[in-house]
């Protein structure tokens, strides 16, 4: 194997990607952290990377305290609602406690939020959203980031964490390789936050061929937020909650501030408004849930999906008369100029209009999130003043390996965060952290060498196989004894759709199914030890890859272990129809033996603390 170099970087508090939620990770970290060493390692580059890379026009989450518009209890209540019943009610109150002060920090960096002419108060999109012109957004986040870290390592991937030898179950840092020079990179750490984001391509897209990149979640969104600490031995929670979005179809433009700004609506192909006709049947499904304002997303995409599935699509947005209002027509193109370019493009490619055609809407195929509209993720401590005993063992946002902490995407049970919601988790994970790394004393954790000198060989293998299988290719680039990781990857998606409930199946699974899902996972899983990176960009695949089975294994075994379809429109447990509030309203955890390859799940109990 060509020789690499390695590069040791010490720090007190080490923030694993540099998104929203490890911006605010970084930058909360300074502040309790004065004299602290504190870096932030991403695999692209700060300044655009992550969900937020391309901008956003709204800001999904703001209480408006100073107004009193909404009071936190109110969000919980909300994402409780939108979750039927499934939330942590301590962990989403301490994010809306705080996120106002998170979003007057956005504004007074530079970024420029509308204001409504008359009140002078932020522009509503909704009753949580504020819009902004908001193209630069993450580079203005992303300044506050660089200027607290000690040190910035752009295009790093982490592909690992370290565990302390001198104790169990204790974090002591991360490696992985930068994807431009191939260093290896040794990150000793006292506490580690992991914020890498949530996992797209984990299910087949819609988008398939030269359009495979065109997803609705960031396609580099690779599920590390999952695979890092699943690896590490953490408990992860409702991994089986996938998320299924309704958008405007083949750009995945969003759909927001036209329902709710624009005031358009949907209709079925023949220009009836649809959901009404499945009311009753969602009711014998999941009870009094659909009679609940504002209606949970998943059971609006359930009534879209059966409506196709009558035969009485496309379902469209009626944007015609909106339109006509030059005002709105604004609105409606710079609403995806500011976040979704891709749509405005797709439109003008298909001769569509708004104003003259009403767009078809379709659902996407599922992502695993913790900060969208659902909430899977890793299981952790809640706030020291407001979680109940049971959920409180150690420092607030703590997994359960000790010093590792999360935010964004990556923490689970909170969903709704978005981006104002994970930057204030990031800050709530950093504070937290520097009170860990303070109560440590002198007592730090310790790297084995032998640990991460494995973990540097097993890192490149892929490029060893490559070097060595790529002889006995005679043509093309289908190796007897290496897969590529598209190849991979595309066998993961292939398997994940037809066997865990995605588009293919019309988002429906069953016990067999599953089943025979995870036998073929674990096949998956043995041939990787025989995936072949050409190079450096190739090696990322490979990794990023990994991540994602693992990821895909973890949200297999919670499917199969929550019996009872709890979420109609995200997916369908065919084999328990109905959705279970007696056995299963409940949380799901699981936790992953590495050295067995085995999964332990149990259940966790919901506790309402809000009325
Ligand atoms: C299409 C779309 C529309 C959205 N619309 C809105 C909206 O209108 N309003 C709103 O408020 N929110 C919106 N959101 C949600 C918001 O973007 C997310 O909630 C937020 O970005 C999550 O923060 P995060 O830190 O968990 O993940 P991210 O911001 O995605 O950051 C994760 C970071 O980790 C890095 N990373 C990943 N793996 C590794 C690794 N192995 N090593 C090193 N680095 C790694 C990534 O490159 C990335 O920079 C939208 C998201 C999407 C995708």
Not at 2 to 9: A, E, G, L, N, S
Not at 341 to 370: C, F, H, R
Not at 480 to 498: A, F, N, V
Request: with cysteine; aromatic share 10%.
């Amino acid at each position: 194997m060509r020789h690499r170099k390695t590069v040791f970087v010490d720090s007190d508090i080490l923030v694993i990607g540099g998104g929203m939620g490890g911006c605010g990770a970084t930058y909360e970290s300074r502040y309790w952290g004065r004299d602290l060493k504190i870096v932030c390692v991403e695999k692209a580059n700060i300044e655009r990377s992550g969900a937020v890379a391309q901008g956003l026009y709204a800001i999904n989450c703001y209480m408006g305290m100073q107004w009193d518009e909404n009071q936190p209890e109110d969000h919980v209540r909300y994402a409780r609602n939108d979750l039927m019943g499934l939330v942590r009610e301590d962990l989403g109150y301490d994010i809306a406690r705080h996120v106002d002060s998170t979003v007057h920090k956005f504004e007074e960096w530079g970024l420029p939020i509308m204001r409504d002419p008359k009140t002078g108060r932020y522009q509503r999109e909704g009753k949580w959203q504020i819009m902004i012109h908001g193209e630069s957004y993450k580079p203005i986040v992303a300044e506050a980031a660089r200027k607290a870290a000690t040190e910035v390592y752009n295009r790093i991937m982490v592909t690992h964490l370290l565990m302390d030898q001198t104790r169990p179950n204790r974090v002591a840092g991360a490696v992985g390789f930068n994807v431009r020079t191939g260093d290896f990179y040794v990150f000793r750490a006292k506490a580690v936050i992991v914020a890498a984001g949530g996992a797209s391509h984990i299910f087949k897209p819609r988008a398939v061929g030269e359009g495979m990149g065109r997803t609705w979640y960031a396609p580099w969104s690779s599920a590390s937020a999952y695979a890092l600490p699943i690896l590490a031995g953490a408990k992860m929670t409702q991994m089986e909650n996938r998320i299924v979005l309704t958008r405007f179809k083949d750009g995945y433009g969003p759909v927001g501030a036209y329902f709710l700004h624009l005031k358009t609506y949907t209709q079925n192909a023949y220009g009836q408004d649809y959901e009404a006709f499945w009311r009753d049947s969602i009711e014998q499904m999941v009870g009094d849930y659909v009679n609940h304002h504002p209606v949970p997303t998943c059971l609006r995409n359930h009534a879209l999906l059966e409506e196709v599935k009558a035969g009485r699509g496309p379902i469209r947005m009626v944007t015609k008369e909106a339109f006509k209002d030059p005002h709105k027509e604004t609105i409606g193109w710079e609403n995806f100029l500011g976040m979704t370019i891709g749509q405005a493009v797709v439109w003008a490619s298909q001769n569509i209009d708004p104003k003259e055609i009403n767009p078809e809407l379709t659902t996407s195929e599922p992502y695993v999130m913790g900060s969208h509209a659902t909430c899977s993720g890793a299981w952790a401590s809640g706030p020291e003043d407001y979680a109940p005993a049971e959920y409180q063992w150690g420092y607030n946002r703590m997994m359960t390996v000790e010093g590792l902490f999360g935010a964004g995407d990556t923490i689970g049970g909170t969903a709704h965060k978005f981006s104002s919601g994970s930057f204030t988790e990031g800050r709530i994970a950093g504070k937290a952290a520097v009170k860990y790394v303070d109560d440590l004393g002198n007592q730090p954790p310790q790297v084995s060498e032998a640990e991460y000198e494995d973990l540097k060989k097993t890192v490149y293998q892929p490029m060893e196989n490559y070097a060595v299988g790529r002889n006995e290719i005679v043509a093309g680039t289908v190796s007897p004894s290496y897969l590529l990781p598209i190849h991979g990857l595309q066998r993961l998606e292939k398997i994940m759709d037809e066997y865990v409930g995605g588009i293919g199946a019309h988002y429906t699974t069953n016990e067999p199914l599953l089943t025979r899902g995870l036998e073929l996972l674990t096949m998956l899983k043995e041939d990787l030890a025989h995936i072949g990176a050409e190079d450096l960009h190739q090696l990322q695949r490979a990794w990023e890859l990994q991540h994602r089975v693992l990821a895909s294994e973890c949200v297999t075994q919670h499917t199969l272990f929550r019996q009872e379809t709890r979420w109609p429109g995200y997916y369908y447990r065919a084999d328990h129809p109905k959705l279970d509030d007696q056995d299963w309203h409940c949380f799901t955890l699981s936790r992953y033996d590495q050295d067995s390859g085995t999964w332990a799940m149990e259940k966790a109990p919901v506790y309402h603390i809000i009325d």
